[in-house]
């Protein structure tokens, strides 16, 4: 069983720092994309990052480009999600997501195994 475990979420004030780990195991293979996203109350799930371990792609949302950043450890099987700058706006529970094809895309329908989530939230 593929199974991802997301991992530090917590209360951060505005301006302040958080890095996100996503354990990613089950998968035979080190191929397989793994994507950040987010869901505040009330507000669609929004796909935040993602990352390729296939071909080495990574995408950010233009929402937290230049603030967050994406990056792998893949002798871990762990991908990380730093965010720096945060503001109340990017309060939201957080979830990674692992497609086994290999594909960076910030839309939810590529993925096919979920984590947990973890909270984040930024008080201003």
């Known amino acids: 069983d593929v199974q991802l475990q997301a991992s530090g979420g917590g209360l951060v004030q505005a301006g302040g720092s958080l890095r996100l780990s996503c354990t990613v195991s089950?998968?035979?293979?080190?191929?397989?994309?793994v994507g950040w996203f987010r869901q505040a109350p009330g507000k669609e799930r929004e796909g935040v990052a993602c990352?390729?371990?296939?071909?080495?792609?990574?995408d950010h949302a233009d929402s937290v480009e230049g603030r967050f950043t994406i990056s792998s450890d893949i002798a871990k099987n762990t991908v990380f999600l730093q965010m720096n700058r945060l503001t109340p706006d990017d309060t939201a529970v957080y979830y990674c997501?692992?497609?086994?094809?290999?594909?960076?895309?910030?839309?939810?329908?590529?993925?096919?195994?979920w984590g947990q989530g973890t909270l984040v939230t930024v008080s201003s």
């Open positions: 997501a692992a497609d086994p094809r290999g594909t960076c895309a910030l839309l939810s329908d590529f993925y096919d195994h």
């Open positions: 089950g998968f035979s293979y080190k191929y397989y994309a």
């Open positions: 990352f390729s371990h296939s071909d080495g792609i990574r």
